[in-house]
């Protein structure tokens, strides 16, 4: 298939009416964006990317949506299908793997509650299958529509969300974190817009929130040793490489969140989080630049990382192998890791004087 607009590939993908289709044109704009990569500006590609996966990931839950619906008729309220982790964040890569949830609207009537929750554990069940289908695995650390936690009502989200605030530790701060990068992607989008506008509104109050993620968003370290040398990999197939989804990529999404957070920013893409501090007054423009282009070397090298096809599905490591770091993509990945230290020092910092105002 030439790729020659985003807009023929929309329609490409919206007229997919079996899933055969929809996986042989998934197949075939792997290939394509893969080529590309190496020919066009990281960010721009990137969110070209995304907006596939949205359209592909959109046209599946309308076929899943039909399915159900002939068998079991229409839903029975309103409903959101929301996207978290990279997808959330607008940052997937070629091979990125199931992280969503579902968030319907409350029933008063408790028989029609059950039959509410029977009719999306089904819908649930066959999105997730046919995403498989399309080659998306299910998350690893199950954040997955399938899963009772991340397919709920609205009510059961909120209360879920004031648990996790009112009792921060830090397996709680982390699914706050998560739900932070919680993304709309179909249905009705009121029903996350309420729930993210309670999670900034709790924020607002109380600031010292702030302290408890900061301990969550510095838990991964840059793989950058003290004398300016990269930390590579000791053991395994991967010896000799980087990781540069935990090295690398994730302290700096990690980072610029918690500046978004702080700064009471409701902006999905790490992009877009640092255009918006920027533009606040919050970033000097020369900072915002250059977490850009750390950004952008991140983005790059993670998604130049081998993936392979287990059981039909995209996955990948997120390792660059030894013989992946040529000289350029080492100076590259020195310079995005410099730029990632500064940052997590300067959250730290911008923390501090935040949790000092009280």
Request: hydrophobic share 40%; proline share 2%; charged share 25%.
């Amino acid at each position: 298939m030439k790729l020659l607009s985003l807009e023929m590939i929309r329609i490409e993908i919206e007229n997919a009416g079996q899933m055969e289709q929809l996986r042989n044109l998934r197949d075939q704009l792997h290939e394509e964006f893969e080529q590309r990569l190496l020919l066009s500006h990281t960010l721009d590609w990137n969110r070209e990317l995304n907006q596939v996966h949205d359209w592909l990931i959109h046209q599946t839950i309308e076929l899943a949506q039909a399915a159900i619906h002939a068998e079991y008729g229409a839903s029975p309220v309103p409903f959101a299908f929301v996207l978290f982790g990279s997808g959330g964040r607008r940052e997937q890569t070629l091979w990125s793997d199931q992280d969503n949830g579902l968030i319907y609207a409350e029933l008063e009537d408790e028989i029609a509650s059950k039959q509410a929750s029977l009719y999306f554990k089904m819908l649930a069940e066959r999105i997730s299958s046919m995403l498989i289908e399309l080659g998306y695995p299910p998350c690893s650390g199950e954040v997955i529509c399938t899963n009772n936690k991340w397919r709920n009502t609205w009510i059961g989200y909120r209360s879920m969300l004031h648990e996790w605030l009112l009792d921060p530790h830090w397996e709680n701060v982390r699914y706050l974190l998560i739900l932070a990068d919680m993304r709309f992607i179909y249905g009705d989008e009121s029903l996350v817009n309420r729930l993210m506008d309670e999670l900034f509104d709790y924020m607002d109050n109380h600031p010292v929130m702030l302290e408890h993620m900061l301990h969550n968003t510095l838990h991964h370290k840059i793989s950058l040793g003290l004398f300016g040398q990269l930390i590579k990999e000791r053991y395994g197939e991967d010896a000799g490489g980087v990781d540069i989804k935990y090295g690398a990529y994730i302290p700096i999404v990690n980072g610029v969140r918690l500046l978004a957070i702080e700064a009471d920013i409701n902006e999905a893409s790490t992009e877009q989080r640092i255009l918006k501090l920027q533009d606040y007054g919050l970033v000097e423009e020369e900072i915002a630049h250059d977490w850009l282009e750390a950004l952008s070397i991140a983005l790059k090298l993670r998604s130049l990382t081998p993936f392979q096809l287990e059981g039909n599905q995209y996955t990948s490591r997120g390792k660059l192998t030894a013989d992946g770091l040529t000289k350029e993509r080492i100076n590259e990945l020195k310079l995005c890791l410099r730029i990632g230290k500064d940052l997590q020092k300067y959250v730290r910092k911008m923390v501090s004087k935040e949790l000092e105002k009280g």
